[in-house]
């Protein structure tokens, strides 16, 4: 493993990679300080120079974070093209692969604890990422009929929830050892049934 520390000359960002890796492996809740100043190859109290605690630490990953999820999800959506639901699906799909690339992110996004608006740059960061999946659960609703165009907010939310449920049961470990669908799979199906419930598209029946 390559030393980090003061030769890097950011210690800010080492500190991050070193937290990135610890909750790679442990989850955001399962490191100290002091080993991610270990693991950046620093003394114990080097960290405290640039965050207040694990806390500030997770929370600045998380702003990364949401900074590149925000860049996946507006390359995938492409301004909704070719059509609003291929582009919808697209912005699922970088959903899953986000997760899978970027575990530490996720978990320190997701699953650490840390509310979104512990910082302005956090929630900032947070909002960028909703709006780019408001805006293509607003695009693709636009298409129904008003009695049955559900609002964007809850669309986006719905999609969202069903994302993130698809990450934590079955985008980790071996693939396909909880289900015989790659998660993919899995959400475009999902999806398929939520649009059907809408009305949006026909039944296969």
Do not use: W
Not at 69 to 81: M, P
């Amino acid at each position: 493993m390559a030393k980090r520390g003061y030769h890097h000359g950011n210690l800010r960002q080492a500190l991050v990679e070193a937290a990135l890796e610890l909750i790679a492996e442990t989850g955001p809740q399962g490191f100290t300080m002091a080993e991610a100043a270990k693991r950046a190859d620093v003394s114990a109290a080097a960290p405290y120079r640039h965050f207040t605690g694990r806390e500030e630490l997770i929370i600045e990953i998380a702003r990364q974070g949401f900074d590149l999820f925000s860049d996946l999800l507006e390359y995938a959506y492409k301004d909704g093209q070719p059509s609003p639901l291929v582009a919808f699906e697209a912005v699922g799909r970088a959903y899953l692969a986000f997760a899978r690339k970027h575990p530490g992110h996720y978990a320190a996004m997701f699953e650490s604890g840390v509310p979104v608006n512990a910082s302005k740059d956090l929630a900032a960061a947070c909002a960028r990422a909703d709006n780019v999946l408001l805006r293509a659960a607003a695009d693709l609703s636009a298409r129904m009929p008003p009695d049955r165009r559900p609002p964007a907010t809850m669309f986006a939310a719905h999609v969202t929830a069903l994302s993130h449920g698809i990450v934590a049961l079955y985008a980790r470990g071996t693939p396909g050892a909880r289900a015989p669908f790659t998660p993919e799979e899995l959400l475009e199906s999902g999806v398929g049934v939520y649009l059907r419930g809408l009305g949006f598209l026909e039944s296969d029946t």
